[in-house]
């Protein structure tokens, strides 16, 4: 059974930076891409960033320039590194990671979620 377990999120003020993580526990084989949702109040979940296994990155337009993702595959975890913070920004931000569980299954999880805050 696959987990992804979220940490970093929390509250700061505009203009500052917060760097979330999610890593990946139980039966995998690999993972393929890896991204951040994020949920703001009365809105749908859009997608902020993915990675690649590979490295390649691509992001929204509202976050270009100010978020960062990495990851790192030894340790089976992908970060968020959040810079210029905006109130706009303030949200539940999921993990999401496309997993083969085998060499021939592949199945897509999300994480429980962290909440960012970004108010003075």
């Known amino acids: 059974q696959v987990q992804l377990v979220e940490s970093g999120g929390g509250l700061v003020q505009p203009g500052g930076s917060l760097r979330l993580s999610c890593a990946a526990s139980?039966?995998?084989?690999?993972?393929?891409?890896m991204g951040w949702y994020r949920q703001a109040l009365g809105k749908q979940r859009e997608l902020v960033a993915s990675i690649t296994r590979g490295g390649s990155t691509n992001y929204a337009d509202s976050v270009k320039g100010r978020f960062t993702i990495s990851r790192d595959n030894a340790k089976k975890t992908v970060y968020l590194q959040m810079n210029s913070l905006k109130p706009e920004d303030t949200a539940v931000y999921y993990c999401?990671?496309?997993?083969?569980?085998?060499?021939?299954?592949?199945?897509?999880?999300w994480g429980q979620g962290t909440q960012v805050t970004v108010s003075s």
């Open positions: 139980g039966s995998i084989f690999s993972i393929r891409n």
């Open positions: 999401n990671a496309d997993i083969l569980v085998t060499i021939s299954k592949a199945e897509n999880h």
